[in-house]
């Protein structure tokens, strides 16, 4: 009878695909002959206030919920299914927007532009799981974020990551954020949304380039688990960040480490420290010759990177619509046997003198070499900090989790047999 | 053992439905690129069946059979070409639920078959050795990023800066929008004087006016850079100079001339002349007043006498230019001066007595310091350059041209600075820096009186008894269409992005579509026309030989706004200010504007 109940509810499972194609079939599309009219173009409107409301509330529920499945009740089952919820309703149902994410640019926006006022939800979006991570450790990420829940669902054979292919891919989500700052900063794109992989999936009209980034992410998430969160999210920088001085974190074990190994490969992102008494074998003063000259270089990285990306500014620059404009109307006889970018074609709608657009250009140009040399310096204190943290050494005699990478997914604490009072059962 | 039976069985369902939804999945990947690949490569109205029955049909326009072929493959290609785009969504849609169907069943396997947790078998991970491998990488990878950022930053050509910067420098008043077809906006600069727009005027230079000054004034023929466009606001459209009406002053000219009235700041400048008598004038604009006249005289190699000229021309034609750091006045007899803005004289020359059985009449213009004069006369025609400081040759050019009695205009085309002039039989385009020849074309003779008109990369030249045509600039440049329908031989076109507005000395004038010189409307008026067209605050200014300013909207259709009279015949292009325009009559100088 369960066998038959089960097959029943596969059946229904797989006709709904036909079922949805069918969906899809009722409306006719446009007919050239019927005589159809485009609808005209409107800017979509602002969500309700009200939903706006709800959606903060369920975000500061699902944070909650969360925080508390991994600390109190340390529940793997509660914090998947708390994922699974947060990627029908943030990534589906929301369609990935507003995501915590790309609110980074809107308040960057918000700082370098008076005349842009940011919407309270999306401040909301940008703090609140901040603020969490700070008392809490990263349960955003663990179980509300929907990149995170989707890049999760597909790990099924997670391998511990070379250490190589760490060192390579761990300065993406700096590089990557600071970009990001700094394309806001100047008003010139949102790029974490322009570039976001699972948004065309959510809301199932990603062009075909963005499909094959998706895919390739999630095909390489069946191996490397969450390669976006951990090679790519710049909001996973400040979360990293924020995480290191969190008052309470997720712990592998409720009670005193028994040293038993088993949670030492549970976790897919490599994010537990493993128990380190030895000594360092190539001795203290190399490593603290090693750490004095980084150190000592680390300004010299700084101010390295500034000139690179102020060298770089211009073509930095290229992304901003402003300076794009002024690039085709300074070599008009470039495009002279093209039809007329659209740009172009909108700026003579516009009716703006030549100079105002050179002079915002221009601007433009000035806010990028600014900008460029923060960014350069940024990357390259990044590094230098890296490096100088490679040096750096935590002894300890426990497992732990690293409280920065740490997503706080709480697969470990399955592993974990000790209870509070005493030994558990690990279930199989 | 039931139990255990059963739980395989689920299992093995399980399996077998994921590897079939996985299996559909990858089916549906793969249609989807193809599909995907051929919409790419699909261009549905331009197949070359397509192609080739559109030729036959232009070769027998009458064939409706072939029409109707035309048009049922058109539907057929359309169709299948969106029914593809149907099938790369719908393949979209069954590939994210095969896929999703995969994922469930393979989540339940995960958690049903969840390991039981082991020990790793022997030696610990050796953490020295990862971190030691780990720190190699990071150092290798900041080498990279360092290598490549270095190589990225030395190579990198910062280019766009310089030329953006002298790009907003130099622009000045003309061509004050690539496309100035919305003729509304042609009062921006107004706007920009007053706002925060300076970037690149910030660092001018001291010798010479930002492009936010030339803007803001008028300091040339036909405004700004001489394209007939005036970047102001609030023009009035009426008046009455007869019952001084909205006349804010009238003051009576001392000599008598043809030159248009340039205006810098509160200051009006125009010259007059007699055949003995040569004077520089400047007028308060605020008052009227005369501040200063000076005599233009005392110049060494100015001719004794004074040249025989037409009475239509005069002794001094050409009108005069500024750089508000000093005043420049030529005379028919080729005398040139140079006065500061208190009419003390900084440098005077004589160019020599100019072969032009008329009279010269070309106006001065400035580029950055360098004050230009075209001197086209019989057998010698030339265009130079001069310093505005000191009055030496920068540059002269040879032209091989007949003599020409129309004036020079500087236009921005986007990427550069170009000096337009037009004479029997060219217009030839040169850089206002160094006078090297751009490009030119022939298609113009006769006795040239009217200046070109340029907007959005085309110019327009005309001349009576010769023709219209309309010059795409570049090298070569391209004539996009020509009309001899309408012409003028005195005042010169007016062109926006949309528009060419052609006022003859006959009283018509036309609008036409600048890109393809069809005509939008005609309108003849009953009186000569010698004034040339201004547009100001999206309108044009047509001031006829009675006094009358026929104010009419720049557009495709006809409409007059005003036709406001000065009570006094003119034949002078007139000047704008905010809020003010100043116009030369036969005798007075008016000042219009509310009070």
Same mark, same amino acid.
């Given at each position: 009878m369960k066998k038959i109940r089960v097959i029943f509810i596969f059946v229904v499972l797989l006709s709904l695909q036909f079922m949805n194609a069918y969906g899809v079939q009722r409306f006719p599309k446009p007919d050239f002959e019927s005589g159809y009219l485009q609808p005209e173009t409107l800017q979509p409107s602002a969500r309700a206030g009200l939903l706006a409301i709800m959606d903060v509330s369920v975000l500061a529920l699902a944070l909650a919920l969360v925080s508390w499945l991994v600390l109190k009740k340390r529940s793997r089952t509660g914090v998947f299914w708390t994922s699974v919820f947060s990627l029908a309703y943030f990534g589906f149902y929301r369609q990935g927007c507003v995501c915590s994410i790309g609110a980074i640019q809107n308040v960057t926006l918000a700082l370098f532009d008076k005349s842009y006022v940011i919407p309270l939800a999306v401040l909301a979006f940008f703090i609140l799981p901040l603020v969490f991570t700070l008392f809490f450790g990263r349960t955003f990420c663990a179980g509300v974020c929907p990149f995170g829940a989707m890049q999760d669902l597909v790990s099924f054979r997670p391998q511990k990551p070379d250490p190589r292919l760490n060192a390579v891919l761990g300065m993406m989500p700096y590089i990557y954020l600071g970009l990001a700052v700094l394309y806001a900063a100047t008003g010139s794109d949102f790029i974490i949304c322009r570039y976001d992989p699972f948004v065309g999936i959510f809301r199932f009209n990603a062009s075909f380039g963005m499909l094959i980034f998706s895919g390739t992410l999630l095909v390489s998430g069946i191996f490397i688990a969450r390669p976006y969160c951990r090679?790519?999210? +710049?909001y996973g920088v400040l979360l990293n960040w924020a995480s290191r001085f969190s008052w309470r974190h997720l712990t592998i074990?409720?009670?005193?480490?028994?040293?038993? /190994?088993?949670?030492?490969?549970?976790?897919p992102y490599d994010a537990i420290d493993i128990p380190v008494v030895d000594l360092n074998p190539e001795g203290r003063s190399v490593t603290a010759r090693k750490l004095i000259l980084v150190s000592l270089l680390v300004p010299f990285f700084i101010v390295l990177g500034g000139w690179t990306g102020s060298r770089l500014h211009e073509t930095l620059a290229g992304v901003n619509g402003k300076v794009r404009l002024a690039k085709i109307l300074l070599e008009p006889e470039r495009y002279r046997d093209q039809p007329e970018p659209f740009e172009v074609t909108a700026y003579k709608s516009s009716g703006k003198p030549l100079t105002v657009v050179y002079d915002e250009a221009a601007g433009v140009l000035r806010r990028f070499y600014t900008g460029g040399w923060l960014l350069g310096c940024f990357i390259g204190l990044v590094f230098g900090m890296i490096l100088a943290g490679r040096l750096l050494t935590r002894y300890s005699t426990d497992y732990t989790p690293n409280k920065g990478a740490c997503f706080s997914c709480a697969r470990c604490v399955d592993y974990c047999p000790v209870e509070k009072n005493g030994t558990k059962e690990v279930k199989p | 053992m039931m139990k255990n039976n059963h739980d395989t069985g689920h299992r093995g369902l399980f399996r077998t439905v994921a590897l079939i939804s996985a299996v559909f999945a990858m089916v549906m990947c793969v249609l989807i690129v193809v599909n995907y690949i051929q919409v790419k490569r699909t261009d549905p109205l331009n197949t070359p069946v397509m192609k080739a029955l559109v030729e036959r049909l232009q070769g027998n326009p009458g064939d409706d059979q072939l029409r109707q072929q035309i048009r049922e493959l058109d539907l057929l290609a359309r169709k299948a070409f969106f029914t593809t785009q149907w099938q790369v969504r719908m393949g979209g849609y069954l590939l994210f639920f095969s896929l999703l169907i995969a994922v469930i069943c393979l989540k339940y396997l995960e958690m049903r078959e969840k390991p039981v947790p082991e020990a790793p078998q022997?030696?610990?991970?050796d953490f020295w050795n990862d971190r030691n491998i780990n720190r190699s990488w990071v150092a290798y990878t900041g080498i990279g990023i360092v290598v490549l950022a270095l190589v990225l930053g030395t190579l990198t050509h910062l280019e766009l800066g310089k030329r953006l910067e002298p790009a907003g420098l130099l622009m000045g008043g003309n061509n004050a929008t690539f496309n100035a077809g919305n003729a509304n906006n042609a009062g921006n600069a107004d706007n920009a004087d007053s706002g925060k727009r300076r970037v690149a005027v910030a660092v001018v230079t001291e010798g010479y006016p930002s492009a936010q000054e030339i803007n803001a004034n008028f300091a040339s023929f036909r405004g700004p850079g001489g394209d007939g466009i005036a970047l102001k606001q609030n023009t009035p459209t009426s008046w009455d100079g007869k019952g001084m009406k909205n006349i804010l002053w009238k003051t009576e000219v001392p000599l008598p001339g043809f030159n248009s009235p340039i205006i810098w700041n509160d200051r009006v400048f125009l010259t007059g002349a007699s055949e003995t008598t040569r004077e520089v004038y400047c007028f308060d604009l605020n008052s009227g007043k005369i501040i200063w006249k000076f005599p233009v005289d005392k110049i060494q190699g100015t001719p004794a006498k004074a040249p025989v000229v037409n009475k239509e021309t005069g002794q001094c034609a050409p009108t005069m230019t500024t750089d508000g750091r000093r005043v420049y006045a030529i005379f028919a007899n080729g005398d040139l001066i140079a006065l500061d803005m208190d009419g003390k004289k900084v440098w005077a020359k004589n160019l020599?007595? +100019?072969?032009n059985h008329y009279g010269h009449s070309s106006s001065l213009v400035m580029y950055h310091d360098l004050l230009i004069i075209?001197?086209?006369? /019989?057998g010698a025609g030339c265009v130079m350059a001069l310093s505005g400081k000191t009055g030496e040759v920068a540059w002269k050019t040879s032209r091989n041209v007949r003599i020409s009695w129309a004036s020079p205009i500087l236009v921005n085309t986007g990427s550069r600075m170009e000096l337009i002039l037009v004479a029997d039989p060219l217009v030839a385009s040169y850089n206002p820096a160094d006078g090297k020849e751009l490009w030119k074309m022939e298609c113009i003779s006769g006795e040239v009186g009217p200046s070109v008109a340029y907007a959005d990369g085309v110019v327009f030249s005309v001349n009576d008894y010769a023709k219209l045509a309309a010059v795409e600039i570049g090298d070569p440049p391209k004539l996009l269409w020509e009309d001899n329908e309408y012409l003028s031989d005195i005042p010169s076109p007016l062109a926006t992005g949309k528009y060419l507005f052609l006022a003859t000395s006959y009283g018509t004038v036309v609008c036409y579509?600048? /890109?393809?010189?069809?005509?939008y409307w005609v309108h003849e008026y009953d009186t000569p026309i010698y004034a040339s067209p201004i547009l100001a605050n999206g309108k044009v200014y047509l001031l006829d030989k009675k006094g009358v300013m026929h104010i009419v909207k720049a557009d495709q259709t006809y409409a007059v706004v005003g036709e406001p009279q000065l009570g006094e015949g003119s034949v002078c292009t007139p000047a704008f200010a905010s809020g003010r325009i100043v116009i030369r009559g036969d005798k007075s100088l008016f000042c219009i504007g509310k009070p």
């Open positions: 090679y790519l999210c +710049p074990t409720p009670d005193k480490c028994i040293q038993c /190994r088993l949670c030492e490969e549970s976790c | 022997g030696e610990k991970t020599g007595l +100019p072969a075209q001197y086209d006369q /019989r579509d600048a /890109r393809k010189g069809t005509k």
